[in-house]
């Protein structure tokens, strides 16, 4: 199984970022080994449309779930489409909190988009 988190930096012990279309990276993570591997989210300088490319690049990566602070419209629906399961990391600050609770049942699965998206950072 691989999951995707929004990270601050690219490392399995960096703390979450909350946006999922302008996080900064992206951690691919194995959460029964602990294996992962850190991206560049495409989406986080983009002028426009940052949710669907950030979206793609989870799909691309055959990522079975995606845990974030927040999924706008645009990143929802393309989340959805391509069967990727998102998951809000709620209280927890770290990766590897994130990854436990998400294995102990304890992450927010998220049914619809949770907020509006954000703006382009400056």
């Given amino acids: 199984m691989k999951i995707i988190l929004t990270t601050t ?4 012990d960096s703390n979450l970022d909350s946006r999922f279309g302008r996080g900064v990276y992206f951690l691919v993570v194995d959460p029964d080994t602990l294996e992962w ?6 989406g986080a300088g983009a002028q426009g449309g940052a949710g669907t490319l950030a979206a793609q690049f ?3 990566q055959h990522a079975e ?3 974030s602070g927040d999924f706008g419209p645009n990143a929802y629906g393309a989340l959805q489409a391509a ?3 998102m998951y809000l990391f ?3 600050t770290t990766v590897r ?3 436990e609770r998400f ?10 988009p949770t907020g509006q998206g954000h703006p382009p950072r400056v």
Avoid: D, M, T, Y
């Avoid at 930096?9 to 399995?12: G, K, L, V």
């Avoid at 591997?37 to 495409?42: C, E, F, R």
């Avoid at 294995?103 to 619809?112: D, H, I, T, Y």
């Fill in 65 to 67: 779930a995606v845990i």
């Fill in 90 to 92: 709620g209280a927890s």
């Fill in 58 to 60: 989870v799909a691309n």
């Fill in 103 to 112: 294995k102990a049942g304890q992450l927010e699965r998220v049914g619809a």
């Fill in 97 to 99: 909190e994130a990854i």
């Fill in 9 to 12: 930096s690219p490392s399995i």
């Fill in 83 to 85: 069967g990727v399961a």
């Fill in 37 to 42: 591997q850190a991206h560049p989210n495409p």
